[in-house]
């Protein structure tokens, strides 16, 4: 089993700054695929960012929207995820989610919430005008 906290969520400005984290226990090894997504109510949870290793090289997708704005990266010494995001704007405001599953084919479908096997239990953020 796989156990994912996430942390850091919190209110701010537009065009303010947030951290996220979410810290990985478990079994580590089924975590190949690390990803974030988001959702507000009555919408469909929506992934932001994927992370994952192909031969050692690190390769990372975005969704256009926080294309330039938000950085998915991860501390295997600390088994933490993190997703920076900065210039935020109201329409980030939502339940922010890390997931994870294993998988040799990250990038294919990444998006897609069906696809991931673990679930943190969700951040929240708000952005206000």
């Known amino acids: 089993q796989v156990q994912l906290v996430e942390s850091g969520g919190g209110s701010v400005q537009a065009g303010g700054s947030l951290k996220l984290s979410c810290k990985i226990s478990?079994?580590?090894?089924?975590?190949?695929?690390l990803a974030w997504f988001r959702q507000t109510p009555g919408k469909e949870r929506d992934g932001v960012a994927v992370?994952?290793?192909?031969?050692?090289?690190?390769?990372?997708f975005y969704v256009d929207s926080v294309k330039g704005r938000f950085i998915i990266s991860q501390d295997n010494a600390k088994n933490t995820l993190y997703l920076q995001m900065r210039s935020l704007k109201p329409e980030d405001t939502a339940m922010y989610y890390c997931?994870?599953?294993?998988?040799?084919?990250?990038?294919?479908?990444?998006?897609?919430?069906?696809?991931?096997?673990?679930w943190g239990q969700g951040t929240q953020v708000t952005v206000s005008s």
């Open positions: 997931a994870a599953r294993a998988s040799t084919w990250c990038g294919v479908g990444w998006a897609g919430p069906e696809k991931y096997n673990y």
């Open positions: 478990g079994d580590t090894y089924r975590t190949s695929c």
């Open positions: 992370i994952y290793t192909v031969n050692a090289d690190l390769i990372t």
